[in-house]
């Protein structure tokens, strides 16, 4: 089993960058994106579920960044526009065989699988 994020750089503010995350060994029905700042927790960014419906963000990333997935490709996407320097992070792209529901979605722990991350500088 494996996520391979890509896509991470070094940005000005008001840039975009789109990250991507690619799954192999398993289908997971629910993925999602997490970032950790330096000396801060990790925390959630963004997350949907294979069979579709909601997807959900952070309030702080909501109207940005734009998360989407190509099941045939076991692909997950994140689409983040109008950065700013306090998205400067390491990004992660977790995954979980489970279908969670909306009260667990934004838990770290509910996310067996990550992948190992790719940097996100936003220079001002």
């Known amino acids: 089993v494996q996520l391979q994020a890509s896509g991470g750089g070094l940005v000005q503010v008001g840039g975009s960058l789109r990250l991507s995350c690619a799954a192999s060994g398993r289908t997971f029905n629910t993925m999602g994106w997490f970032r950790q700042a330096p000396g801060k927790e990790r925390e959630f960014v963004a997350a949907l579920k294979r069979s579709g419906g909601t997807i959900y963000y952070a309030n702080s990333v909501k109207g940005r960044f734009t998360m989407s997935r190509d099941n045939a490709k076991n692909t997950v996407y994140l689409q983040m526009n109008s950065l700013r320097p306090e998205d400067t992070a390491v990004y992660y792209c977790?995954?979980?065989?489970?279908?969670?529901?909306?009260?667990?979605?934004?838990?770290?722990?509910?996310?067996?699988?990550w992948g190992q991350g790719t940097l996100v500088t936003v220079s001002s």
């Open positions: 977790a995954a979980d065989e489970g279908s969670k529901i909306a009260s667990s979605i934004r838990t770290v722990s509910e996310y067996h699988y």
